[in-house]
């Protein structure tokens, strides 16, 4: 099993940057391919982006791609998502996910966070 716990998320107004957390526990966190996905009101989960074991390979999906970055530090249990010149439209709640391969294209994690609420004034 593995518990993840996001944090990190909060009003913030366009334009402006957060980033995300997820701290990892109860297997060993660099054996897990992260992603990031997001739920905004009355929509499907969306996939944002992943990263890989070790961190070497990244993935966005168009809507983020050149305003977020993923990175993780396997010493810390901890997988970020940076979110940069930030739009309404990235209002959603914000869950992190892990799974054994890296797979870039995949919406099947093994492990899901709660979430985190981001919410982008206009």
């Known amino acids: 099993q593995v518990q993840l716990v996001e944090s990190g998320g909060g009003l913030v107004q366009a334009g402006g940057s957060l980033r995300l957390s997820c701290v990892a526990s109860g297997q060993t966190f660099s054996s897990y391919a992260m992603g990031w996905f997001r739920q905004a009101p009355g929509k499907d989960r969306e996939f944002v982006g992943t990263?890989?074991?070790?961190?070497?390979?990244?993935y966005y999906a168009d809507s983020v791609k050149g305003r977020s970055t993923i990175r993780r530090d396997n010493a810390k249990n901890t997988v970020y998502l940076q979110m940069n010149s930030l739009k309404p439209e990235d209002t959603a709640v914000y869950y992190c996910?892990?799974?054994?391969?890296?797979?870039?294209?995949?919406?099947?994690?093994?492990?899901w966070g709660q979430g985190t609420q981001v919410t982008v004034s206009s």
């Open positions: 996910a892990a799974r054994y391969d890296y797979d870039r294209g995949s919406y099947e994690y093994d492990y």
């Open positions: 990263i890989s074991k070790r961190g070497g390979r990244t």
